[in-house]
């Protein structure tokens, strides 16, 4: 059934037809009659075509990954991008953790919340959106969050964004401008057509001259969080 969502401050029309989805979406209705600006439909097509190439997808597994893609490549026209990341929000600014899956994105945010305790908040744990408006950078949770239900209905400033690598000594560096754009045009999708790619490397660059990024190796203690929040939050 379409109903209308608000996604990183836009009005965005979804047409969710399976549990999942339907369920993550709620805490992004809205009640309003205002024209949507992206339109998500429902494609049955779309969905059988996946699963010609991978048979073990479930209905819910195919919508999310047909939304999530129409929503990314919509979001370049309006200033924003979804980052391949695990987000978490600590007194009101937000830290994105981005590496290939299986790196221990999760388990490191995981790790803030159970240092910090209250202060913490998981704001999208596999595709939080990174938004640009007048050189502000904010990071928004949206309900496309990979294996977990762990996402918010939230828009804060983009405090850093880290490279995540494991190892068995705590690290944490910057990552210099020129290899920055590239880590992060790893970990998030690549328009084939030229106009939204253009779009996507004006926002990568305007990210990386805003927002600090950072390369880390971390273990699973506790002292990583906290070394991973005193040099980004510069506290």
């Not at 026209?77 to 979804?82: L, N, P, Q, R, S």
């Not at 007194?91 to 919340?113: I, N, R």
């Not at 804060?156 to 992060?184: D, K, M, T």
């Not at 779009?199 to 070394?227: F, H, K, Q, Y």
Request: a negative charge.
């Amino acid at each position: 059934m379409k109903k209308l969502y608000n996604l990183c401050g836009l009005p965005v029309e979804c047409d969710f037809r399976f549990p999942v989805m339907t369920a993550r979406a709620e805490k992004y209705l809205i009640d309003s009659t205002i024209s949507p600006v992206i339109s998500i439909p429902f494609s049955q097509q779309n969905i059988d075509r996946l699963k010609s190439r991978q048979s073990d997808l479930t209905d819910d597994d195919c919508e999310i990954i047909n939304t999530a893609e129409s929503f990314y490549y919509a979001l370049l026209e309006h200033g924003g991008f979804m980052l391949h990341s695990s987000a978490v929000v600590m007194d009101g600014e937000a830290y994105l953790f981005s590496a290939p899956s299986g790196t221990g994105k999760s388990t490191h945010t995981a790790l803030w919340l159970k240092h910090f305790g209250g202060r913490a908040q998981i704001l999208n744990d596999d595709k939080p959106a990174v938004m640009v408006e007048n050189g502000s950078v904010t990071a928004c949770g949206t309900p496309w969050s990979g294996k977990s239900d762990l996402n918010l209905n939230l828009r804060v400033p983009l405090r850093g964004i880290c490279i995540l690598e494991r190892s068995q000594n705590n690290f944490i560096e910057p990552l210099p401008p020129e290899r920055s754009v590239f880590a992060l045009l790893d970990q998030t999708l690549r328009p084939s057509d030229g106009e939204r790619m253009n779009a996507l490397l004006e926002l990568l660059d305007a990210v990386t001259s805003n927002v600090p990024i950072w390369r880390m190796g971390c273990d699973i203690s506790t002292e990583a969080a906290e070394m991973a929040y005193g040099a980004m939050s510069g506290k």
